[in-house]
């Protein structure tokens, strides 16, 4: 399974390389119109809760991704947001376990069988699906660069290789 660990830690490399590029402070807490109003700071917050929710539930076997902090630090300091990020990457590979994951549907909580390299693969698809967010908001910022691949599913990415040749 060293592979989902690769990804997801490609992935997360691939959120800092975008923050260290921006120009600012103000590029990564500025409200984006596109996207409700929503910053740049809170979609990598986001990402990053959901990681710390899933290693903070390992011990346990029981995960609860609607139970985050919502840290203002992650989605207001991109320095902090990029720790949060690095001390991540250390943590993640663990061995696979089965897991349950708590959630809240229509008012009632919900358990549902999992394991934690399945769990690893979910938390990797909602990072590219926020990236994609992302995305949407450097179209305001100039000078930040992101590879093609940045916030598209490898999924995709094979079958427009595919289309190409």
Do not use: W
Not at 21 to 31: K, R
Not at 46 to 59: D, F, R, S
Not at 84 to 94: D, F, P, S, V
């Amino acid at each position: 399974m060293t592979i989902i660990f690769n990804k997801a830690k490609e992935a997360l490399n691939e959120i800092v390389a975008v923050l260290d590029q921006l120009p600012g402070q103000e590029n990564y807490t500025a409200s984006c119109p596109a996207l409700s109003g929503a910053t740049i700071g809170q979609h990598t917050r986001h990402v990053i809760e959901l990681y710390q929710c899933l290693l903070a539930g390992y011990e346990t076997a029981v995960v609860n991704y609607d139970d985050r902090k919502r840290n203002k630090l992650y989605e207001n300091d991109k320095n902090e947001a990029i720790a949060a990020i690095r001390e991540i990457q250390n943590k993640l590979e663990l061995a696979d376990k089965p897991m349950l994951i708590v959630c809240q549907a229509a008012g009632d909580n919900i358990t549902i069988q999992s394991n934690y390299n399945r769990e690893v693969l979910y938390n990797l698809e909602h990072c590219i699906h926020h990236q994609a967010l992302i995305r949407v908001a450097l179209i305001a910022t100039d000078g930040v660069l992101v590879s093609d691949e940045f916030g598209v599913a490898p999924s995709t990415i094979q079958y427009r290789q595919q289309c190409a040749q």
